[in-house]
């Protein structure tokens, strides 16, 4: 009668060590999980991990899903995998960020760098599944993404805030042209070479995600004028490119009883809980014991 739910055959005792961490009063303990496949090997069980082993037993179900964030159950898996997946989500998964800056004009009192690196870090609504990275190849419409900010102050009027919105995508790609043609008669060369428009790539604009970011203020008399090429890249290279604003696991909570808690008691405890994590169980018996606490199955608070 040893068998457990995923078919090992460890007793009670050993498979809570091996799937749970417990709460001490003074520490947590049984916080390491079984790397090596002999852990168990005297008692016939394999702990070894296999692709196949798991699929099986992996699971992933999804709390909660909106625009800004994602709350996921990662069930079957130890702790060393969790925290893989934590740190693949900040410095692994791709995004789009603007690299290169060409300043053709900056007369704020921002120098050309630091605009740059706040331009940098402007979130891109692109999804960067469309584009490739980009070698050491030109600059196209399938690996590069332009934007245009050209921004001046009357003089003799109030300080303007520039502000992300102002950044303007060009589907065409870049509008400055490189040193003058030999013959007049040919096209002038831009930094970009696109074969064809975003536009038609592309089923919604490729603007930024928020509108209202202070990139700098200017005083009157004083003008941007910029072009900015966002390009694919990850957030191990510059933390621009890091998908996540932060990235973080924990253990999923386990409120187990060590004893019956009935009547009284109970209602005590159910009050008590800062936190609601009680309920009471009607035992159906009538009479004195008639119910008895019981502890939900916790979610992240």
């Not at 709350?71 to 603007?98: C, H, K, Q, W, Y």
């Amino acid at each position: 009668g040893m068998e457990n739910r995923d078919g090992s055959s460890l007793p009670d005792f050993l498979e809570l060590q091996r799937t749970r961490v417990l709460c001490k009063a003074d520490a947590p303990t049984h916080t390491e999980g079984f790397q090596y496949s002999g852990a168990f090997a005297a008692m016939g069980v394999d702990t070894s991990v296999s692709v196949e082993k798991f699929c099986k037993n992996f699971k992933i179900e999804i709390n909660r899903l909106t625009d800004e964030d994602m709350e996921f159950d990662m069930i079957g898996v130890d702790a060393s995998i969790a925290n893989a997946f934590r740190r693949i989500l900040i410095a692994e998964v791709p995004t789009m960020a603007i690299e290169k800056v060409f300043m053709v004009d900056n007369t704020s009192v921002i120098a050309d760098e630091v605009l740059s690196h706040r331009l940098g870090l402007i979130p891109l609504d692109a999804d960067p599944r469309l584009f490739d990275y980009i070698s050491d190849d030109v600059p196209n419409e399938r690996n590069t993404i332009v934007y245009k900010l050209h921004v001046s102050c009357e003089k003799g009027s109030q300080r303007l805030t520039v502000k992300s919105g102002q950044l303007e995508w060009l589907p065409e790609g870049s509008q400055l042209t490189m040193a003058s043609p030999a013959q007049s008669g040919d096209n002038q060369r831009t930094y970009t070479s696109f074969g064809q428009s975003q536009q038609n790539t592309s089923e919604r604009p490729l603007g930024v995600k928020y509108n209202d970011i202070t990139i700098a203020r200017l005083g009157p008399g004083q003008a941007i004028e910029l072009e900015a090429h966002a390009v694919k890249g990850v957030g191990k290279v510059h933390a621009k490119w890091s998908p996540v604003a932060t990235a973080w696991y924990r253990m999923l909570p386990e409120v187990v009883l060590l004893k019956e808690i009935k009547n009284g008691d109970a209602e005590e405890l159910v009050k008590r809980c800062p936190v609601n994590v009680f309920d009471i169980e009607d035992l159906g018996k009538g009479g004195e014991e008639s119910s008895c606490c019981k502890a939900k199955i916790m979610h992240p608070l």
